[in-house]
C-alpha cells in the first residue's frame, strides 16, 4: 500500500524559511516522478512543483519559482521542498503526490506565514 | 498554460439520483503521443485528494463502478449514476497534457440536498 507522510510544515514569519519532507513507502521511490500541491485554507488545489525520477528534472510554478527548490532522495525514499523567503500568500496545506498524474497524496502538512 | 474551467461550483444532488460535472480545458487536451491526460479526484473534507479517473475514463483501483469519466478535445464529464452519502465533498479536474504547469479545475462541491 502506498504511503506519504509529510512533514515539517508549521507556524513562521514572512521572510523565513520551512523545509518540508515526505516519507513515501509502499512503491519503488527512485522510479516514480513526485510533486508538490497545496491548498490555501478554503480554496482550490494549486499545483507547486514537481521533480523528476531520478531528480535530475525540475519544475516549479512560477509563484514559487526563485524560492521554493524541491529534491528527493531515493536512498531515504524521501521528497523534500525548501522553502525560502516566505510570504503570507504562501500560507495552506502542502500536499505531496506521487506522480505527475497525482497517483496517490499524502494528508498533507499546514504552512502558516504570518507576522 | 491551459486554464480548466469546472461547472457547476455547487451541486446539491439527491441520494439515488445522478449527477455530471463539467470541465472544460482552453485547448484541446490531446496530447501529441494521441493520449489526453485529463483526471479527476475526489476530496472529502478534512481528507486528502484521492484519484478516481486518469486519462479521461479510466477508473482508479477500488473506485465504484457509479463513476464514469468521458469527453474529447475540451469538452469532459464527470458522471455518478447514483449519489451515495459517501461521495459528497470537492471534485476536480486536472490536466497535465501541456506541463509544466500541471492546472486544475476550481472544484465542484458535491452535497446532500
Not at chain 1, 69 to 95: F, G, P
Not at chain 1, 103 to 114: A, H, I, K, R
Request: net charge neutral; glycine share 10%.
Amino acid at each position: 500500500e502506498v504511503q506519504l507522510l509529510e512533514s515539517g510544515g508549521g507556524l513562521v514569519q514572512p521572510g523565513e524559511s520551512l523545509r518540508l519532507s515526505c516519507a513515501a513507502s509502499g512503491f519503488t521511490f527512485s522510479s516514480f516522478s513526485m510533486s508538490w500541491v497545496r491548498q490555501a485554507p478554503g480554496k482550490g488545489l494549486e499545483w507547486v512543483s514537481t521533480i523528476l525520477e531520478s531528480g535530475e528534472r525540475t519544475y516549479y510554478a512560477d509563484s514559487v519559482k526563485g524560492r521554493f527548490t524541491i529534491s528527493k532522495d531515493n536512498s531515504e525514499s524521501t521528497l523534500y521542498l525548501q522553502m525560502n523567503s516566505l510570504r503570507a500568500d504562501d500560507t495552506a496545506v502542502y500536499h505531496c503526490a506521487k506522480g505527475v498524474w497525482g497517483d496517490n497524496w499524502g494528508l498533507g502538512t499546514l504552512v502558516t506565514v504570518s507576522a | 498554460d491551459v486554464v480548466m474551467t469546472q461547472s457547476p461550483l455547487s451541486l446539491p444532488v439527491t441520494l439515488g439520483q445522478p449527477a455530471s460535472i463539467s470541465c472544460r480545458s482552453s485547448q484541446s487536451l490531446v496530447h501529441s503521443d494521441g493520449d489526453t491526460y485529463l483526471h479527476w479526484f475526489h476530496q472529502r473534507p478534512g481528507q486528502s485528494p484521492r484519484r478516481l479517473i486518469y486519462k479521461v475514463s479510466n477508473r482508479d483501483s477500488g473506485v465504484p463502478d457509479r463513476f464514469s469519466g468521458s469527453g474529447s478535445g475540451t469538452d469532459f464529464t464527470l458522471k455518478i449514476s447514483r449519489v451515495e452519502a459517501e461521495d459528497v465533498g470537492v471534485y476536480y479536474c486536472m490536466q497535465n497534457t501541456y506541463w509544466p504547469p500541471l492546472t486544475f479545475g476550481q472544484g465542484t462541491k458535491v452535497e446532500i440536498k
